[in-house]
């Protein structure tokens, strides 16, 4: 299996570290290729993500017709993903969608933590295309960018505090990473929830997203071309 990982922005800097990453996450037969999209540096807002879109899409046809068989976008905010499973025929995912239908079934209150305020109102509409408002109500930000992600530990101890106080307030039985910047630190949080507590299971998005478009690529499936039908130009694709 061939599966492609799109890097918004300039983040060629990490591109080795992130492959180092997701090839923790994938199976020894899958073949990774780590692509960058170009951008802003960082995809943190509305804007940025609209911005960044062009450039993903592209990156993603490129993907598909290269005869890759899934592509992770990775970012938790999951930019120009819908519109990227219009374009091609192969399983789609950003960081945030894998992780909350994960989560969702390892308990009933879903907590999300990401890095700065402006990404709260993201996740939420995210979480409202959804319709699950009810079970995701508890998002939470460290109010600091993941940009150069080197320190785990000061990174685990800014996110156990929000953690904490999402478990202390009854907020969340589960938690979402909301960045893909958080590299590593999933177990690093969650057994340091556990050691003071009842076990909160805690999300790590690339590894969801990647298990997921695995399962897909397995199963024989992608997205269903009558919610993402492809563009008039491309209808012939149905």
């Known amino acids: 299996m061939r ?70 976008i990775a970012c938790a905010g999951d930019p120009a993903v ?13 960081g945030f969608e894998p992780a909350l239908l994960t989560a969702l079934s390892l308990g009933q209150r879903v907590g999300v933590l990401s890095v ?29 960018a993941v940009l150069h992600p080197d320190d785990q530990t000061a990174m685990v101890d800014l996110l156990d505090e929000q953690a904490r106080a999402m478990a202390g307030g ?3 039985d589960v938690i979402v990473l909301g960045c893909v910047g958080f590299i590593r630190i999933a177990r690093m949080l969650q057994d340091r929830l556990a050691a003071r507590g009842a076990y909160l299971p805690v999300i ?13 690529v397995r199963l024989g499936v992608r997205p269903s071309r009558t919610t993402y039908a492809p563009p008039p130009e491309m209808a012939w694709k149905a």
């Not at 819908?82 to 950003?94: F, I, K, L, S």
């Open 204 to 216: 790590d998005p690339t590894g969801a997203a990647l298990l997921w478009l695995e399962n897909c």
């Open 116 to 144: 700065l305020p402006g990404v709260i109102p993201i996740f939420r509409e995210l979480v409202r295309g959804h319709g699950l408002q009810d079970r995701c109500t508890s998002i939470r930000v460290i109010d600091a």
């Open 3 to 72: 599966l492609t990982v799109v890097l918004p922005g300039n983040a060629a800097p990490f591109q080795g570290m992130v492959h180092a990453e997701c090839a923790r996450w994938t199976r020894p037969d899958t073949e990774l290729e780590v692509v960058v999209s170009g951008g802003p540096e960082s995809v943190a807002s509305r804007a940025e993500m609209a911005r960044a879109a062009p450039a993903l899409l592209d990156q993603v046809e490129a993907a598909g017709a290269r005869g890759t068989d899934a592509v992770f």
């Open 82 to 94: 819908e519109a990227a499973r219009e374009v091609v025929d192969v399983p789609v995912a950003g």
């Open 170 to 172: 009854d907020e969340a």
